[in-house]
């Protein structure tokens, strides 16, 4: 149930992003001053914005960013961490101790305020959004590989492969990652879910996406000065951010429960 | 007490690198502060004696000792755009952010774990399929679309409450909500799985044998030993309740430290930027210190292990 309604809205917003230029009605940039902050009408069902853009149209290629982001984030910050916790898990000793502890000061730092620090220090941008989404979401990876390693190593099987004298190597790729998994499988899923409210946040305070390129969440910030007089800047894009979360959310949810990982 | 100490120890450097990453944040990525601050069309001797001022001329050892120095007597250097000590600065923001934050908390307590108590107890009923659902949803919300939205319909459509700034408890409402929701929904799914969780065990079935009423087994009992996961949930929870501060400031003009941080970041003002980072994450760290040091008088199992 969970699973086939994550998959399904998960599935609907891809082939939105995917098709996004052959389904948008109107160019995300094409402007129509005059009628700007127009209301949902038939022509545009979510209204337009402050410079007559249609928000339907800035809607569909906003879920393109928004997955970008995801994709991105959880594929490089996955690979780092995945590698950093396998080193810290197979070397052990001062190499351990020395990685663990960047693995507790990245984490110190409560949910996106390293990212927000980073971005003012490289200013905004969508390529620089990444770096620091990056550097703020490896360490997750990290020590959930190392404590998965650990905890495997002691497993009869990588006896077996070590006895039959299979090298580091072979048995980290061939036997500890593998096993390893579900439960990597499982924080990616999450960690997408909280990567893609992140751009949008960080969008919304201005430092990540720029103007006119359409990110959920500068569209929410361009909304909030009209909350007022026009309310669907508002409701449209945040409304897509929600569903999309919730979507991830769901399919992470359902892979837990299915793959019976336990988290933290 | 030796677990205390034990703990205390164990502080100290994660205080260090939190110290330690925020000065590389600031000082070794690429792009020049002081070209940002002044603009490109900037002249050398400006710009050199801003450098200067900022000790930015130095090598980067020297720096990084001079600002472990200054840090070891509390002081974060002046802001750039006012001219102030950064400490003062940051100080007169944070009653502000505490008072959000502790509302927001006690709030998602006191909402989350009757409900949840109550989901439990009528298992599979209305409410329980009712509270289910809004927290799925809460989870899933982000508190810069729900702001925005509690102010369209409460503070434009109803007037019934203000729609920023800091003046009275009216003006606490929203921004406590808004900040709360998220943690509230997550407090509430746990405190229903422990409740249930603790309904399966002996001593519930020994309590109901004993003839208690079925309120008192619930709330004496299972609530009872349902409370350290909430606990600890709740510190894990902190951290996304102190960065969600600085986006829900931002939305209602809250004059908190968050706020602080986006407009120093808007002048360009790194002094003060990094001033409110390191305060936000030191916060952090000290609150979940707090936490452990709760959890361990909550549960002697933890306390008495070393």
Request: overall charge positive.
């Amino acid at each position: 149930m969970k699973l086939k309604a994550g998959l399904f809205l998960l599935a609907l917003f891809g082939a939105v992003a995917a098709a996004a230029p052959l389904i948008a009605p109107c160019s995300p940039y094409a402007q129509d001053l005059l009628r700007g902050l127009d209301a949902p009408s038939a022509a545009h069902p979510m209204g337009l914005d402050l410079l007559g853009r249609d928000i339907l149209s800035r809607v569909i290629y906003g879920a393109r960013v928004s997955f970008a982001a995801g994709f991105v984030v959880i594929a490089i910050s996955g690979l780092v961490g995945v590698l950093i916790g396998g080193m810290a898990a197979v070397w052990g000793g001062r190499v351990d101790m020395l990685l663990m502890r960047i693995v507790d000061v990245a984490q110190a730092f409560p949910g996106i305020l390293l990212a927000i620090a980073v971005m003012a220090v490289l200013g905004p941008g969508f390529g620089n959004l990444l770096i620091a989404l990056c550097l703020t979401g490896w360490a997750g990876f990290a020590r959930l590989t190392r404590g998965q390693i650990l905890s495997l190593r002691e497993r009869e099987y990588v006896t077996a492969a070590v006895a039959a004298g299979a090298g580091n190597w072979r048995i980290l790729t061939r036997h500890l990652l593998p096993n390893a998994a579900a439960p990597l499988l499982v924080e990616a899923a999450f960690g997408m879910a909280s990567v893609i409210v992140a751009e949008a946040g960080l969008s919304f305070l201005g430092l990540g996406v720029q103007p006119p390129a359409p990110s959920w969440g500068s569209m929410l910030n361009e909304g909030r000065a009209f909350l007022l007089i026009a309310p669907h800047l508002t409701v449209f894009p945040g409304l897509c951010l929600m569903l999309l979360a919730l979507a991830v959310t769901l399919v992470g949810d359902a892979l837990r429960d299915r793959l019976d990982v336990k988290r933290r | 007490m030796r677990y205390l100490a034990a703990r205390l120890l164990l502080l100290l450097p994660t205080l260090f690198g939190v110290v330690t990453a925020v000065f590389l944040v600031i000082h070794l990525i690429p792009g020049d502060p002081v070209e940002a601050m002044l603009g490109e069309t900037a002249v050398a001797a400006e710009k050199d004696a801003l450098r200067r001022e900022l000790g930015l001329d130095r090598p980067l050892l020297a720096q990084y000792g001079g600002y472990l120095a200054a840090l070891a007597r509390g002081d974060l250097g002046a802001s750039i755009s006012t001219r102030q000590p950064v400490l003062g600065e940051i100080a007169a923001r944070w009653p502000a952010t505490l008072e959000l934050a502790v509302a927001a908390l006690l709030l998602a307590a006191v909402t989350a774990v009757p409900l949840g108590v109550l989901a439990a107890a009528r298992r599979g009923g209305a409410l329980d399929n009712a509270t289910l659902f809004f927290s799925l949803i809460g989870v899933a919300v982000p508190s810069f679309w729900l702001g925005p939205l509690l102010i369209i319909v409460f503070s434009i459509g109803l007037a019934w409450l203000p729609v920023s700034g800091r003046e009275g408890i009216a003006s606490l409402i929203l921004p406590a909500v808004t900040l709360g929701a998220g943690m509230a929904a997550i407090l509430l799914r746990l405190t229903r799985s422990a409740v249930l969780e603790a309904a399966e065990d002996d001593y519930i079935r020994a309590a109901r044998a004993r003839g208690l009423p079925e309120w008192r087994v619930y709330l004496k009992h299972a609530l009872g030993n349902a409370l350290l996961p909430v606990v600890t949930m709740m510190g894990l929870q902190l951290g996304a309740l102190l960065s969600g501060t600085v986006i829900t400031e931002t939305i209602f003009s809250w004059p908190g430290v968050g706020r602080l941080m986006i407009e120093a970041i808007e002048r360009r003002d790194y002094p003060l930027v990094q001033g409110c980072v390191l305060n936000i994450a030191l916060c952090y760290v000290f609150a979940n210190f707090a936490v452990d040091i709760i959890y361990a008088w909550l549960d002697p199992r933890i306390r008495l292990e070393r």
